[in-house]
């Protein structure tokens, strides 16, 4: 199995998981915001903005693999 062999697997892996992420999106979104709020919860609300921020971030790059 060579370099090439590899990376047409890799991109089969990528494209598979985008259409799951894409059919899914909805669930996935719900895992970051628990994800989210778990963490906060986990460090004391002292990161909230952060955390925030960055589970909009997570669910806006799901919301571009859903189109």
Do not use: N, R
């Not at 999106?25 to 919860?41: E, N, Q, R």
């Not at 990161?47 to 693999?65: P, Q, S």
């Amino acid at each position: 199995m060579g370099f090439d062999d590899l990376t047409e697997k890799a991109k089969g892996l990528t494209d598979k998981g985008k259409d799951l992420v894409g059919d899914h999106s909805d669930k996935v979104k719900d895992g970051i915001d628990s994800a989210a709020d778990f963490t906060d919860d986990k460090t004391g609300g002292k990161y909230g903005d952060h955390i925030d921020t960055g589970a909009d971030k997570a669910k806006d790059v799901v919301d571009g693999l859903s189109d």
